[in-house]
């Protein structure tokens, strides 16, 4: 879900000023000077004192979004500022909540969480003031108000506020100056912006409600979500269950008779991938990235091989700047060896498009399951939550959820921070960028080697040449528990997607994690960490200092690091590689790729190179860059 943005400032820019501020006139919740002044006739029009005597809401509405309509029920509790939101898709139900402590959430999968992450609780505290209309009503939920004056946009005039709930942080609160009704919030989540519009005011029993309300980022109004009010029920009885995580539904999940575990084989990549053998439908069995941070996608060859059903247009969001456009369906079941499960959701795009045929696959495995991933052996084991137990030497690591994958507590060279724990991240260590910029890690760890990669969309930063030294998890008792030493580490330089996220601190990716065998607990909110054969093994960087991409014409170069052995033999972005020590490109896999880039420090690498008309010999000599 999605918040506010703190850099007011650019925001106003974009639009004339009408009277022009020297600054915030700040004011307390209550309301004084031009921001109680605002306030006190948003009150009065949206109904003045009727609102003293409302305590309950609850409304229905239809939503549209991507093509696809739902019904859409909201209730809020203003007193509290609690709230429930639940939306029936064709495909699934999704629902989220806040029950005045604690915001949880429900997706396709159908077992809902609690979020405990930073931005989960802020944004929480500020859909908890806007519930409870703590502008009119400050013991309810304490605020600091500022105006930022007048603003013309598209011939109206509004007055803009700038809230800040307590426990929340700043949203812009734009008011159209004729009518004094709220015209819509201006809002920045961790990474996403969120522009909320409300329009169709109509009186309700002495009461202005809006009946259009529309959300989206504020730059693609084609991903909108529009909800259109159809009935609105004041002061309804709700019981204060409501708000609450709803219980875990029945299981959905068949394994054989009398068994409480399974054991399913799975290959690791040479680029540090999970793939798991997953058959969908009893029909066809594909290999699946198991991305701890993600949940089931089928891509679209696939998808019309199969003839599976998909509707709906929506946006995702990955690591990277950008965007993906997907389409969702359900699948009548979907088996890891011989655990079945039943009526997945599932996304469509083309997330692997140089491997059409590979899903991915998470979320609704690990909300089932304990899930454990034997590096020794390379068997994945699932067992029933109810049926687990851990009494052995390993490191027990508490996690929240941060949206859908786990976060837990550590440091980076002593630096305290929150890292989210990705499988899905063929790398070992992801510094996010305002972490990074916060305690100058470009500069600590002389990171000036260009990388660009795709997390969704691109992504985009440097390689550290200098190590982090040690990347410390905390235990239940917040003291180090486990630790790994001189990863390989990438610091982001982005301005959007996840890896410029505000409240997180790193990613920790498979290069860290498959040192130890590796348990995921997701009932009991806990990852156990036990050092494994690779435990203490030095990760490598490409030693070929250039990366390729298999397209028609062969392996294509996108990129080549300055100061590396591709750049001393005089080749650049675009050259086409036809053959690599004598086989040619179209036989070699992406894993006999990765393991020649990655070998031993002397190594001769032997490429047949073409540069437009000329194809030359290349012979480089493997070496360590960072």
């Not at 159209?176 to 920045?188: G, I, S």
Request: with cysteine.
């Amino acid at each position: 879900m999605n918040v506010l943005h703190r850099t007011i400032l650019k925001l106003l820019a974009a639009a004339p000023l009408l009277a022009a501020a020297p600054g915030p006139m700040a004011c307390d919740g209550d309301g004084d000077g031009d921001a109680a002044a605002v306030l006190a006739a948003m009150r009065l029009a949206s109904g003045g004192n009727h609102w003293s005597e409302i305590r309950t809401l609850h409304m229905l509405m239809t939503k549209t979004a991507g093509g696809q309509t739902a019904r859409a029920e909201h209730w809020e509790n203003l007193s509290g500022g609690r709230y429930l939101v639940r939306v029936s898709w064709p495909n699934f139900v999704a629902q989220r909540g806040f029950d005045g402590v604690t915001p949880w959430r429900q997706g396709r999968s159908g077992i809902a969480y609690t979020l405990g992450d930073v931005d989960a609780g802020l944004e929480a505290a500020d859909e908890s003031f806007r519930v409870s209309r703590g502008w009119w009503f400050g013991e309810r939920h304490p605020s600091t108000i500022a105006s930022w004056g007048m603003r013309l946009e598209g011939g109206r005039r509004f007055d803009v506020l700038e809230v800040t709930p307590e426990g929340g942080r700043p949203f812009q609160a734009w008011v159209d100056h004729a009518t004094h009704l709220l015209a819509r919030t201006d809002e920045q989540q961790a990474e996403d912006r969120v522009v909320t519009s409300y329009s169709d005011y109509r009186a309700v029993q002495g009461v202005m409600l809006p009946f259009t309300i529309r959300t989206g980022d504020g730059v693609d109004s084609s991903f909108d979500a529009i909800e259109t009010v159809e009935a609105a029920d004041l002061n309804p009885v709700i019981a204060d269950g409501l708000f609450g995580i709803p219980p875990r539904p029945a299981s959905d999940v068949e394994l054989p008779p009398h068994r409480d575990a399974i054991e399913v084989p799975f290959r690791l990549t040479a680029d540090n991938r999970i793939l798991v053998p997953l058959t969908i439908d009893g029909r066809r069995t594909v290999e699946a990235e198991f991305d701890s941070g993600g949940s089931l996608i089928v891509q679209p060859p696939v998808v019309a091989a199969m003839a599976l059903a998909t509707a709906g247009r929506s946006k995702q969001m990955g690591g990277g700047e950008g965007a993906s456009t997907s389409s969702n369906g359900r699948i009548a079941s979907i088996a890891l060896g011989d655990a079945r499960f039943l009526d997945m959701g599932f996304h469509s795009y083309s997330f692997s498009p140089e491997e059409p045929d590979k899903a991915l696959v998470g979320l609704e495995v690990l909300q089932r399951f304990v899930v454990r991933f034997d590096f020794d052996r390379y068997v994945m084991t699932l067992t029933k939550p109810a049926a687990f137990s851990y009494s052995g030497p390993g490191a027990v690591i508490p996690f929240h959820f941060q949206d859908n994958q786990p976060e837990i507590k550590g440091t980076i060279d002593g630096i305290a921070g929150l890292f989210a724990v990705d499988t899905g991240d063929g790398g070992s260590l992801l510094l996010i960028a305002p972490f990074a910029h916060r305690y100058g890690l470009v500069e600590r760890y002389h990171a000036d080697l260009p990388y660009e990669g795709k997390a969704v969309s691109a992504t985009h930063g440097v390689w550290a040449r200098t190590r982090v030294a040690t990347v410390a998890f905390d235990g239940p008792d917040g003291r180090p528990a486990a630790v790994a030493h001189e990863p390989v580490t990438r610091i982001s330089l982005q301005h959007s997607g996840f890896d410029a996220n505000r409240d997180v601190s790193a990613n920790i990716g498979l290069g860290i994690l498959k040192q130890f065998n590796l348990t995921f607990d997701y009932v009991r909110q806990q990852i156990i960490l036990e050092p494994n054969h690779l435990y203490g093994q030095k990760d490598v960087f490409n030693r070929a200092g250039l990366r390729l991409s298999r397209e028609s014409l062969g392996w294509v170069v996108t990129a080549v690091y300055p100061g590396g052995a591709a750049a001393d033999g005089g080749i650049k972005v675009g050259d086409v590689v036809s053959r690599i020590d004598g086989q040619a490109a179209d036989t070699l896999t992406v894993d006999g790729l990765w393991a020649k880039l990655k070998g031993p420090i002397g190594t001769g690498l032997e490429m047949q190179v073409r540069s437009r008309e000329t194809e030359r010999r290349v012979v480089i000599s493997l070496r360590d860059m960072l």
